[in-house]
């Protein structure tokens, strides 16, 4: 008999906004492309956008940065206009340096010394208040057309800052060719457009910006923004305030997506909704504080808190959502890291990623999954032995056993996130309120409970509330009874087992009790390794 193939697990990767610390997503896209899954849509704000835009076109984690031969994707990219050929580069761009030209790369350079030199902030304001006030004392007039000279100086300064010193057209050009190579076989012809990602057959992308003119949120992607190019919604993505030049697509003028949402997790919650199988992997990058950070601020940390604070709620309500931080510190601007740490940034990051993020998205949940089967067959195998030994028909019957996950960080609601047993049911990965359900019941008070259908006044006390009505609709229409044995793990977590039948535990009293501590004994048992599991896992996806 030939068994059928396992689908494989289907992921949504989301790449968050990070400037030059977005080497750290090659890292993990690596990680994540050595697993049997499937990619099903891509997502990323700014620099993520980047990956997920090369990603989505189908560039290998080798093809974006091979570690072992500290070639890159700029290796692949032509300077030379005039080459539309793939199978040959006859000038390499190489380095971001080369990319973006000597003029905009020393623009760059010096944005980034402002960006990180509060010193100079204030020196220039402590030097300019004391010649202010030498010359109102020595010479007052002159004194004065400096004034004017000085605002005028910063309304220009201002007026630069706005609209940005860098223009992204090389960026432009660059993400052009490189998404045509894999979209049309060539490097030249129009700008490719998320119709033709799609008509290609590559997984669906979403990029995030803001419409500074409109002063919204908005999602390119080939639904929302079938027409508009690829590498114009990346370069509005990444136009990040007072670096560089803001993007105008159809009388519309957009800044960096992190802005409005750095960790774009949300852009896939209607795929979700229909394939709730799928998995989330959420790229963050951060950086290790610093032990001898004195209290103040810089223009660039005012510009990362607005731009990467709000991860949180970017993140909330996500089912199946894993998170990775990864930690990469250079600046957000240093693009010119040397192609020899930016080899060690990505084996850091894809190591980390291999130890951390495939363990708790993809390895982990197949091992307890696993363990409930075998816990479950177990307990069958008890159940069937008391009706045997009971001399009742042993006439086919049904087992199921889940974890009961209580959902962070409010702890209203409780999800059944692993189990044995529910394919094909309907209830499979409920989530049910703490308040009005058995399980609830078995978690608050911190007490195994069975119910039976045979006991009404236990068994009706559930799902009683109107607004319970679609879960009702929902509850395995055979269930019989059901079996919650609390398992503590730490101080901080505790889960509900849960064990239940479409047959009644037809025994009498002392029979009955004696199984149900016996599948209680087996449950505690044989659940003692989640307190080994990463807590993240036990406080709800």
């Known amino acids: ?39 099903v849509g891509f997502a990323g704000t700014s620099a993520g956008a980047i990956v997920a835009t090369l990603a989505a076109c189908g560039y290998s984690g080798e093809e974006l940065f091979s570690v072992a031969h500290k070639t890159n994707i700029l290796d692949r990219l032509d300077l030379d206009r005039r080459n ?9 761009a190489g380095t971001p340096a080369n990319l973006f030209g000597r003029d905009s790369w020393y623009r760059l350079q010096l944005v980034r010394l402002v960006l990180k030199s509060r010193q100079i902030c204030v020196f220039l304001a402590i030097a300019g208040l004391i010649f202010l006030v030498a010359g109102l004392i020595f010479y007052p007039q002159l004194a004065l057309i400096a004034v004017l000279a000085s605002f005028a100086a910063l309304w220009l300064a201002a007026r630069m800052a706005v609209a940005g010193f860098v223009s992204l057209d090389v960026v432009k050009r660059a993400l052009d060719q490189l998404i045509a190579m894999k979209c049309r076989g060539r490097r030249d012809g129009s700008p490719p457009t998320f119709r033709d990602l799609a008509m290609a057959g590559f997984p669906p992308l979403k990029i995030v910006a803001a419409n500074i003119s409109e002063q919204e949120l908005m999602v390119f992607s080939a639904e929302t923004t079938p027409d508009a190019a690829v590498s114009d919604a990346v370069c509005a993505s990444i136009a990040i305030p007072c670096v560089f030049k803001p993007r105008r697509i159809n009388n519309n003028w957009f800044m960096d997506g992190g802005l409005v949402s750095n960790l774009p997790a949300w852009t896939f919650d209607d795929e979700r909704s229909i394939d709730r199988d799928a ?27 607005m731009i990467f604070g709000a991860g949180l709620l970017n993140k909330r309500g996500v089912e199946r959502l894993t998170a990775e931080r990864l930690t990469v510190n250079i600046g957000l601007l240093d693009f010119d890291v040397g192609r020899e740490r930016a080899s060690e940034i990505i084996s850091e990051t894809e190591q980390y990623c291999e130890g951390s993020l495939i363990a708790r998205m993809i390895e982990l949940p197949r091992i307890i999954n696993d363990n409930c089967e075998s816990v479950s067959r177990r307990c069958h195998g008890l159940i069937s032995a008391s009706y045997a030994a009971a001399g009742l028909d042993e006439a086919e019957f049904a087992t199921r056993i889940a974890i009961a996950i209580p959902v962070a960080p409010r702890y209203r609601t409780v999800r059944l996130e692993f189990s044995s047993g529910y394919t094909d049911l309907s209830d499979e990965r409920i989530t049910l309120p703490l308040e009005r359900s058995l399980i609830g019941r078995s978690w608050n008070e911190n007490e195994t409970l069975y119910a039976s ?61 004696e199984l149900l501590n016996a599948l209680e004994e087996l449950i505690l048992q044989e659940f003692q390794f989640l307190k080994n599991v990463e807590r993240e896992l036990l406080h709800g996806r």
Not at 4 to 31: D, N, S, T, W
């Open 84 to 92: 539309s050929s793939v199978s040959s580069t006859k000038q390499p």
């Open 1 to 39: 008999m030939i068994t059928p193939m396992q689908p494989k697990q289907r992921i949504y990767c989301i790449f968050e906004g990070a400037g030059a610390r977005g080497l750290g997503h090659v890292g993990a896209f690596r990680a994540l492309s050595k697993q049997d899954v499937e990619f």
């Open 453 to 513: 259908k045979s006991d009404p006044a236990v068994w009706n006390e559930s799902l009683t509330a109107p607004q319970d009505r679609w879960l009702r609709k929902l509850i395995w229409k055979d269930l019989n009874w059901v079996l919650c044995v609390p398992v503590k793990i730490d101080e901080q977590t505790r889960v509900i087992i849960t064990l239940d039948s479409d047959k009644a535990l037809a025994f009498n009293q002392d029979a009955q009790q």
């Open 279 to 305: 998995l989330t992997a959420a790229i963050e990058i951060g950086v290790t504080p610093s032990k001898n950070r004195t209290p103040g601020w810089t223009i660039g940390s005012m510009l990362g808190t």
